[in-house]
Every structure is written in structure tokens, then in C-alpha cells.
């Protein structure tokens, strides 16, 4: 072993040189913390969790630390470098972190915390080649459009599902009279590969040995 089996629960992958670890799964929260690949433990409880992937990311960590009500960015010493004051913090990508704003509102801030973007969207997903997917309405007609980091749309919201681009491509969904389909589009909004019906791609990625986890589908995260 290069690190001892001494976790409850531990993330499948080391980001950015560490993987968060739960040293006793019956106080999850308080025995909360993270690993260097040595094996050197750093002890950060929580006060809240969610199921979606929290890890750094450009050498910022989103967390709502034990005895905290709101949330906020820690580095790799477990101190704060963007102060708890988000009622939810998502990771850091191209320079941007999505957060959820005590008033209601979403949006984007820097490394230094400063707010770059702040609207009523209902959702907000992490910059990708210079654009973020984000949803006007979720419970609208065509919610789905792409903005720059000014927070302009590049692509006006016209898409009922849609992801990240990659390649220069983004897999969307729409619906029309003859079904739901899907198809790519680039940076345009203009179709370049679909739409057609009954599809089940993927999203484009350059075969260069790297994996991020944080940016796959659950299929791809199986082993197989």
C-alpha cells in the first residue's frame, strides 16, 4: 500500500495532487478531510454535504466548514481564501466559480472572489472553451443557451437539454414536431453533426492522456 486502508469512504480519483476522505463513516461530517498522495491527512470537518463531485479545482476547494452557515473556497492549507458568504460554492473553471447568492441569484466570481456575473438563471454549469451553459426557466419552453464571461449570451437560449462544449462542439437536445432528437452544435448554435433521433453519443474529447472525472458521464466513470 502506498497509502494504509485507513478511510471509511474516499474519492475514486487524486485531482490536483488530492482526494477527500471520511476517516469514520459514522461521524461523516466531522471526520471529513483530505489526502496528499504521501498520505498526509489534513482534518477538515463539515458542516454540510451534497452528492455532486466537490474537489479542488484550480487550487480552490468549495465547502461549508463545520460551524459555518454559508460557503466559501479553501486552499490546500484548509484556510479560507474566498470567505464563506454563498449559500452554495461549485468548482472553479477557466478562472470562474459558479455560487449561489443568499439573495436567490447565481452566478460567476473570480479567484479573488469578486462577482463577475449575476442574473436569476436557474442554473448555472462551469465554463468550458470560453462558454457556460446555463438554464433561463427549468420549467420553460427551450431553457438552454450559452453565455460568454461578461455573462452575454453568445447563444440565445432555444435548446431543452444541452452540455458543455468540447472539440468546439456541444451536444444539445431539442424538440420538434417528428420527436426529441440530438445533435452537436458549434459555437455558432448552428448544427453541424445532427439532429437525428435515438442517439446515444457522448461528448468530444481529445485522446490525450488526461481524465477529468468532474467532466464525464456517470457510463464513463464504470469500470468496465
Not at 454535504?49 to 466559501?72: A, H, M, Q, R, V
Not at 479567484?111 to 470560453?130: A, W
Request: aromatic residues 16%; hydrophobic residues 35%.
Amino acid at each position: 500500500f502506498v497509502i494504509a486502508p485507513e478511510y471509511d469512504f474516499g474519492d475514486r480519483y487524486f485531482l490536483e495532487g488530492y482526494a477527500t476522505v471520511v476517516k469514520d463513516g459514522s461521524e461523516f461530517f466531522s471526520s471529513r478531510g483530505i489526502i496528499d498522495k504521501k498520505g498526509n491527512f489534513l482534518s477538515i470537518p463539515i458542516e454540510s454535504f451534497d452528492f455532486t463531485i466537490n474537489s479542488f479545482s484550480e487550487g480552490l476547494y468549495p465547502i461549508c466548514k463545520e460551524g459555518n452557515e454559508l460557503w466559501g473556497y479553501i486552499d490546500y492549507t484548509g484556510e479560507f481564501v474566498i470567505e464563506p458568504e454563498f449559500t452554495k460554492c461549485f468548482i472553479f473553471s477557466e478562472g470562474m466559480g459558479e455560487v449561489n447568492f443568499p439573495d436567490g441569484d447565481v452566478g460567476y466570481i473570480d479567484r479573488d472572489g469578486n462577482v463577475v456575473i449575476k442574473s436569476q438563471f436557474d442554473l448555472t454549469y462551469p465554463f468550458s472553451e470560453g462558454l457556460a451553459l446555463v438554464n433561463v426557466d427549468i420549467l420553460g419552453d427551450k431553457p438552454c443557451g450559452y453565455i460568454d464571461k461578461t455573462g452575454s449570451f453568445v447563444i440565445e437560449p432555444q435548446f431543452d437539454s444541452a452540455s458543455y462544449f468540447s472539440e468546439g462542439l456541444a451536444l444539445v437536445g431539442i424538440s420538434e414536431e417528428d420527436g426529441y432528437k440530438n445533435g452537436f452544435i458549434d459555437k455558432t448554435g448552428e448544427f453541424v453533426i445532427g439532429p437525428v433521433e435515438h442517439c446515444g453519443f457522448g461528448n468530444f474529447r481529445k485522446i490525450d492522456g488526461t481524465f477529468d472525472p468532474r467532466k464525464v458521464d456517470d457510463e464513463e466513470l464504470k469500470i468496465k
